[in-house]
Each structure stands twice: as structure tokens, then as C-alpha cells.
């Protein structure tokens, strides 16, 4: 599974550091060591980065020991990349309440045991990702507790569970009937989140008309999106669509000249030449 990088951590308490300073000043300073972390990052001053971010992390606050954790987790910030140390702190995340840290750890897990347990961890947390690969786990075994996993992770906004709703109805599975309006419906949820393998799915419904009135410009707006989105088969189907001809740039009309006004013309010099020859014309003694 994907560990989900791009999700803003959420913030928690700061741990007791051993000083005397009164804990609502000490969680300012550390804020303030977090954000001077992020602004180095920024600038590039990667080391001043790492070494602020630690000192915040090292101090409990949750958003600083999640982001350290996917700086080693991802080999940034002039890091080698270090799975352990990633662990660690997604763990130390984790364990103050972090849903993302928990879904991370569960692909990271080495063992069957400790995957299912962060992964119930962040299942608990309602994490999209983790509903998500959850209910696919599920959807065999008990497909109503799959769907309503999969419905709360759609909710969320995650495209694949809409995606993975949408097939449900689309093939008649887990327990379902084939039900294509709401097929399509889910499918429309599920591209309107961002879901490419939706938009494809979606296009192909405008297109045969499954689930829908049918309509060619929709089919091709969705096959479109779908294409910028990286989807190859929706490239394939565009590649397929009859390419408009190009209808030849008019001729100017200035220089059309119609062949019976030009036969006439010639007529009528011919004509007036023999009249200057005629012998009636000629010149008399």
C-alpha cells in the first residue's frame, strides 16, 4: 500500500520537556522551533531544518515528529533514506494520536501482526486510506461492513472508495444488484474527488449510455480528464475519435472570373479587329 505522504498531521500536546518553563510557554517555543524548521526547509538550509525539526520533535509536538518521520521515510531534506528512523517517529506520532503516522506505519510493518494492528489504529481514526484498504479486506468476508467503511471513506473524500462503491453496483458484487444509475452516480462522486481510474470508468458510462441518457461531448470531457490525469487508456480511446477535417481556405473572389464573361470579352475584340480590316473602312483614291 501507498503511505500517505501529502496529509497535514494534526496538532497535539507537547510533552513535559523536564524544565521549569510553564507548558503554555514551552508548546510557544516549540511551535516557534517548528516553524523556523519549515522556513529553513523552505530556503533550502537543509541542515538547519533537520536539526530544528528534531529538537521540536524531540520536545513531543506531533506535527514535527510526523514531518521528521517522512523526511527520513522519503530521503529528503539531505537525508538517506531511513526506514528505521521513520518507524520511530511515526511511531512516537502514532502514539500521541496520529491517524496518518499509524496508516504509514501499517505499510511499513514488517510482520502480519503489526500491519493489522496500525492499520485498525488508523481504521479507528477514520483515515481514508486505511477504511479504504480495510473494507477491501472485508468486502467477502461481510460486504455491508465493507460498504459502510468504503461509504465513510467517500465521504471523506477519498476517490477510491467511491471508485470501489461504484463497482459494487456496476457488476452486481458483494451482494448487490446491478444498479447502473447508481453506478454512475458513485462514479461521478469518485471523479469529482480527483479519482483518474472514475473519470475513464465515468466517460465509458456517457459513452454506452450505462447508468446515463448517454452523451459523446460528456464521454469525451471525462475521457479528456481522465488522459491529463496519466490514464493510457483513455488516451487509447481519444486516439480513436475521428479527426475533424479541415474545410479548404476560401478563394478570394477578386480573382474569380466567370469563363462566359470572359468568352464574351474575347468575342468582342475579335469582333471590333475584323471591323478595322473590313474593306468598308479602307481608305478611297
Known sequence: CRCAMARDPQLHGVADSGDDLHPRVRASRTMATFAGALQNAKQGNHGDAVAAMTSAATQGLVLAQYQLATWHHQGSMGLDEDLAEAKRWYSEAADRGHGVAAYNLSCLAETDKARSRWLSTAADMRVSEALYTRAMKRREVDPSEARQLLETAAEQGYGQASLAIAEMYGKGSCGHEVEPTKCAYWLYRGASAGCVAAMFELGRCYDSGFGTDGDPEMALYWYRKARDGGCAWAAQRL???????????????????????????????????????????????
Open 239 to 285: 486516439d480513436r475519435e475521428p479527426k475533424p477535417v479541415e474545410a479548404p481556405a476560401p478563394r478570394s473572389r477578386s480573382v474569380e472570373v466567370p469563363w462566359v464573361l470572359l468568352i464574351s470579352v474575347c468575342i468582342a475584340l475579335f469582333s471590333v479587329a475584323v471591323a478595322m480590316y473590313h474593306p468598308a473602312f479602307a481608305d478611297h483614291p
